[in-house]
Each structure stands twice: as structure tokens, then as C-alpha cells.
């Protein structure tokens, strides 16, 4: 099939914008739940003709929800490697769900994409509802995350125990089903080596953090992905405010360390992140990790205010359609990872050259 992610605002991706708090440290917030049909297997053991049933069942639900309203079903089985791959790359599905190193996905797989929401069916469990906001705002996510569960919740019977609260395929999960996450770009707790204390103060808090990419992605470019590690035993606001009020302190750290930076190593750094800036605007080859690492420190730079003309949503925009299965979508066929890039500085070098103004 021919993916067609024009159809959708922002292809998909509402966060991109750097519309919201913090959006130069915070790129996304979002909330995520876990849920499950009750009277079918859960998605583990569910056969082929489960999951189309389930399906079906939730895009009759789905069809009277006002927040997926104008939202593009998704049939993830029949699509290419690619195509999942590049729905992966933009956050509208797991690594599961899109069964990267598979040759097909398994029947009944789909995501239904709104304005504001993402809606992956037979995934881990037979539903996975995520609000994305743009930067710092888990309140903004889990209000509209919740508002989507009741209007799903009133057309279809969802798994539920009295004593467990929502059950889920995997027991980490059971409770409130519910993972909120923060992405986050901390160069400045990197370069100032504070970086360490940070990530362990997390764990201590019940919190953990992973790649961009969530679960099995490695940290790359300065960029974390700081959620709750737990789901049982409290409150989704609960959960949810715990999880502000510690990222609400990273933030602060952040800036500190930047404030740092420009008080103790300034020309040092200055000069740093003028050269990853020259370096996208002229390298006529890119890995995929070196793009992302430069361009983490071209988003510092622009942060610091030592880089001038350049905005945080066309540096998130970089971030997404300069991966490889973009790339390939770009060029109308598969690419090897040299031919990739070489796409890649192409690519990169005209939206740079663009926002300047063509110099």
C-alpha cells in the first residue's frame, strides 16, 4: 500500500510544533494507557481472527469518539518494512507494533492517527492510547488521554478487576495502565558531567529513563525519555504529578548547567557548536547517530542564544525526516546505508541553507 501521512496535520506528529512550555529543553509529553477488550484472549495468546474482531470493535468505538474525529485508520499489516519502520520514526508506533526485523506484521495491527492522538490496536495489549503535547505538559496529555478513554470506554467493555484496577498483558502494567513520558534534551547536564547524579536521582524517585525511542533504544544525541516505572498503587493524577513536579526539576538543572557554561567555558562552547552547525551545513555525508548528535548541539546552541534564525520546529522537523526510512520514502526506493547518507547531509543541507535565507 502507499502510506499517505499528508492527510494528516503535522503528518502525524502534533509536538513538532515547539508550541509548548520549555520547548527548547522539553520536546514532547505524553501519555500513554494500556487497555484491553474484555471477552477476547489478550493480544499473547489471540489468533488472527481475535484481533480482527478486536479491531473491528474499535473502530465502531472509535468512529464515535469527538477527539479521533477526523483520525486516519492505519492498516500496519499491509504495509511494507519501511512504511512501519517510518511510522516508528515518528513516535506513531512501537517497536512492537511495527515489528521492525519482521517481513510482515501480524494480522489486525493497525493505528488510528488523529490531531492529537494515536491509537495502536493489537499491539501488547489490544489498545494503546497516546496524547502527545508539545514540550512540558503532562497535565495537557493526560486530561485529553482521559477524556479519549471515557469515549471509547462507553462503547467498549474494557478489562477490569476491582482489587487490580486495569489488566494488561504484562504485569508491570496492570493498575492504572498508565506510562506518561517527558522527552528530554540535556546537553548542558552532559557537558557539565551532572548528568550522572540526574539520571540516578531518577531511579531513586521511581522513575526511569531510555532513548529516544523508548524501551530498547539507546541514548543518542542527549536526548532522554524520562517516565513513571510503575503503574499500580496509584492514582493516574497521582502518577502523573509526580512526574511533573520531577521533571519541572530536571528542567531547572538544565538551565542551571547552561548558565554554567556560558559563565565558565563560553568560547570553548560557543566554538563547539559553531562547528556541528558548519558541519551539517556543508557535510556532504552523515551517519544517522553523528546527524543526531550535531544537531543536538545545534538545538543548544540555539538555546544558549548563540545561534540566531534557525527555529526549534524546523530542528525537530531535522530530528524525524532525517532518518533512513524518510529518507527512502524521499527517494521512491530502499537505500543502502551509504546511499542513505549521502541523502541524509543532501537533505540537511538544503532545510539549513532554506532557513537562512539561501546563504
Not at 515547539?18 to 522539553?26: L, M, Q, R, T, Y
Not at 548528535?293 to 540555539?302: D, K, Y
Not at 524518510?326 to 549521502?342: D, F, M, V, W
Request: hydrophobic share 45%; net charge negative.
Amino acid at each position: 500500500m502507499t502510506l499517505d501521512l499528508s492527510l494528516l496535520p503535522d503528518g502525524g506528529m502534533p509536538w513538532i510544533t515547539a508550541s509548548g512550555p520549555h520547548a527548547d529543553i522539553v520536546l514532547s509529553s505524553r501519555v500513554r494507557l494500556a487497555r484491553n477488550v474484555a471477552g477476547f484472549p489478550f493480544s499473547p495468546r489471540a489468533g488472527d481472527s481475535d484481533r480482527l474482531r478486536v479491531l473491528q470493535q474499535v473502530r465502531d468505538a472509535a468512529s464515535h469518539s469527538a477527539l479521533l474525529a477526523q483520525s486516519v485508520l492505519v492498516r500496519v499489516d499491509e504495509m511494507t518494512a519501511n512504511e512501519r519502520r517510518l511510522l516508528h520514526e515518528r513516535h506513531l508506533v512501537s517497536r512492537e507494533l511495527a515489528e521492525l526485523d519482521a517481513a510482515t506484521a501480524r494480522l489486525g495491527a493497525a493505528v488510528l492517527v488523529g490531531d492529537e492522538a494515536a491509537l495502536m490496536v493489537n499491539e501488547e495489549d489490544h489498545l494503546r492510547l497516546q496524547v502527545f503535547r508539545s514540550g512540558f505538559d503532562i497535565s495537557g496529555a493526560w486530561e485529553r488521554a482521559a477524556r479519549l478513554e471515557r469515549e471509547l470506554g462507553e462503547r467498549l467493555p474494557l478489562a477490569f478487576h476491582h482489587e487490580f484496577g486495569f489488566l494488561t498483558s504484562c504485569p508491570t502494567n496492570v493498575g492504572t495502565g498508565l506510562r506518561a513520558s517527558v522527552l528530554v534534551h540535556l546537553p548542558g547536564l552532559v557537558l557539565t558531567q551532572e548528568i550522572g547524579k540526574v539520571l540516578t536521582g531518577l531511579q531513586q524517585m521511581g522513575l526511569t529513563y531510555r532513548g529516544l525511542y523508548g524501551e530498547g533504544s539507546e541514548v543518542v544525541g542527549n536526548f532522554f525519555q524520562i517516565s513513571n516505572q510503575t503503574t499500580l498503587g496509584r492514582t493516574e493524577d497521582e502518577l502523573c504529578d509526580h512526574l511533573s513536579r520531577v521533571v519541572a526539576h530536571v528542567i531547572s538543572r538544565e538551565s542551571e548547567a547552561r548558565r554554567v557554561l556560558t559563565r565558565d567555558a563560553g568560547y570553548i562552547i560557543e566554538d563547539k557548536l559553531w562547528r556541528a552547525y558548519g558541519t551539517l551545513r556543508y557535510a556532504r555525508s552523515l551517519g544517522a547517530d553523528e546527524a543526531m548528535n550535531l544537531l543536538s548541539g545545534v538545538r543548544l546552541a540555539v538555546g544558549m542564544f548563540l545561534l540566531g534564525g534557525l527555529s526549534v520546529y524546523t530542528l525537530n522537523k531535522l530530528l524525524v525526516f532525517s532518518q533512513t526510512a524518510h529518507l527512502s520514502l524521499a527517494e521512491g526506493r530502499p537505500l543502502t546505508e551509504i546511499e542513505a547518507n549521502l541523502a541524509r547531509a543532501r537533505y540537511v543541507r538544503g532545510v539549513l541553507a532554506a532557513e537562512a535565507g539561501g546563504a
